[in-house]
């Protein structure tokens, strides 16, 4: 008799298993689809660039640390540093703000502008 009970408490507990794992892997996946900006639509400096660089970056990059991200000093030192080159895809400021370091700290929004700035030819408009 107690091997039955055993027997059959082993499988319920083979009959639970795999039920648990049908049921987790047939739920619903949701997914997150991060926003995404017109990559056609222009993305100026002043407006949009710098205001990333005031809110975000200055607490290290405000003339301390390189590259000087400060308002007045932030466009010429990116295009004379080398910070920025085509394709933005592997622009040294792009790339250092996707790494590991930095990419918690901009939002998918902001990363955008960056990129698409610089595909648009960094200018300082």
Not at 15 to 44: L, M, R, W
Not at 64 to 69: C, G, N, T
Not at 95 to 115: A, E, F, N, W, Y
């Amino acid at each position: 008799m107690n091997k039955k009970v055993n027997m059959i408490s082993q499988i319920l507990v083979a009959v639970f298993v795999i039920a648990t794992v049908t049921g987790i892997s047939s739920c619903e996946k949701n997914t997150y689809t991060p926003p995404t900006i017109n990559p056609v639509d222009s993305v100026h400096f002043e407006a949009d660039v710098q205001p990333i660089f005031n809110s975000i970056c200055l607490s290290c990059h405000g003339a301390v640390k390189a590259p000087d991200l400060r308002d007045g000093y932030s466009y010429a030192y990116l295009t004379t540093h080398g910070y920025v080159t085509l394709p933005g895809e592997t622009s040294p400021l792009y790339v250092k703000l996707i790494g590991t370091d930095h990419s918690p700290r901009t939002s998918d929004i902001q990363k955008q502008k960056i990129l698409i700035w610089i595909n648009q030819g960094a200018h300082n408009n």
